[in-house]
C-alpha cells in the first residue's frame, strides 16, 4: 500500500494568493483527517470527514480556509487569501472506521512571506 | 475543552538509560488514547490503549493506561540514538456525530546522546 499521499510536499507563496493543497487517503479508509501542526500550538485536528462528509470543521480557524472530498480518493484544503501566520506542516491522516490508528501523510510545509 | 498534558517537555538521556513520558487527560467521552513517534517527519503510531491498566509491548517500549488516575505511561528501556523523537500522546473521544477525533497534546522532545 502506498500510504496517505499528499502534495505538494513544499509550498511556498506570498501573502493573498490562494493555496491549495491535496490528499489521496489509503484505499479503503472511511476517516479523513485535516491537522496543522506548529511550533508554538503542536498538532491541531482542523477538519474530519467519514465517508465523505465533513462531521466536524470546529478546528478551522477562519473562513479563509475550506476543505472538500469528493469523492474516497481525494481531498483538498485550501486557504484563500493566504497568510504568514498560515506557515505550518499540514497533515492529512486516514482511518478505518473500527480502528482509530490514525495514519498520516508525509505533510506539506507551507510558508507564506 | 479537551485537554491532553504531556510531561516533561524535553528530555536528554544516555545510551543505555532508561525513560518515562508522561501524559495526562480531561476530555469527555474517553475512548482511547494513543502514542506516536515523530522523527522530522510526519507521526508514526506505536500504541493504542483502551483498558486501564494493561501493558502494551513492543521491543524495548510500553505504555500502560490508568483511567482513574486519566493519565498513560510510555517507557523506553536500553534507549538508542535512533529513539531521538518527540513523543505525541492523543486522546480519542467519541463526537457529538458518532464519530472520534483525536487531540493531541504538544509532545515530549527526547534526546539521546551517546
Known amino acids: 500500500d502506498a500510504g496517505v499521499i499528499q502534495s505538494p510536499r513544499h509550498e511556498v507563496t506570498e501573502m493573498g494568493q490562494e493555496v491549495t493543497l491535496r490528499c489521496k487517503p489509503i484505499?479503503?479508509?472511511?476517516?479523513l483527517f485535516w491537522y496543522r501542526q506548529t511550533m508554538m500550538r503542536g498538532l491541531e485536528l482542523l477538519i474530519y470527514?467519514?465517508?465523505?462528509?465533513?462531521?466536524?470543521d470546529s478546528g478551522m480557524p477562519e473562513d479563509r480556509f475550506s476543505a472538500k472530498m469528493p469523492n474516497a480518493s481525494f481531498s483538498t484544503l485550501k486557504i484563500q487569501p493566504s497568510e504568514p501566520r498560515d506557515s505550518a506542516v499540514y497533515f492529512c491522516a486516514s482511518s478505518f472506521w473500527e480502528s482509530e490508528t490514525q495514519y498520516f501523510g508525509p505533510g506539506t510545509r507551507l510558508l507564506v512571506l | 475543552e479537551d485537554k491532553v498534558v504531556q510531561s516533561p517537555l524535553s528530555l536528554v538521556v544516555h545510551e543505555g538509560d532508561t525513560v518515562t513520558l508522561n501524559c495526562s487527560y480531561e476530555v469527555t467521552n474517553f475512548r482511547s488514547l494513543l502514542w506516536y513517534k515523530q522523527e522530522k517527519k510526519a507521526p508514526t503510531f506505536l500504541f493504542m490503549l483502551?483498558?486501564?491498566?494493561i501493558e502494551k509491548k513492543s521491543g524495548r517500549l510500553s505504555s500502560i493506561l490508568d483511567k482513574k488516575e486519566l493519565s498513560s505511561i510510555l517507557n523506553i528501556t536500553a534507549t538508542q540514538t535512533g529513539d531521538s523523537a518527540i513523543y505525541l500522546c492523543a486522546v480519542g473521544t467519541n463526537s457529538g456525530a458518532g464519530s472520534y477525533q483525536l487531540t493531541f497534546g504538544k509532545g515530549t522532545k527526547l534526546s539521546v546522546i551517546p
Open positions: 470527514f467519514n465517508n465523505n462528509v465533513p462531521i466536524d
Open positions: 484505499s479503503g479508509h472511511d476517516y
Open positions: 483502551t483498558s486501564s491498566g
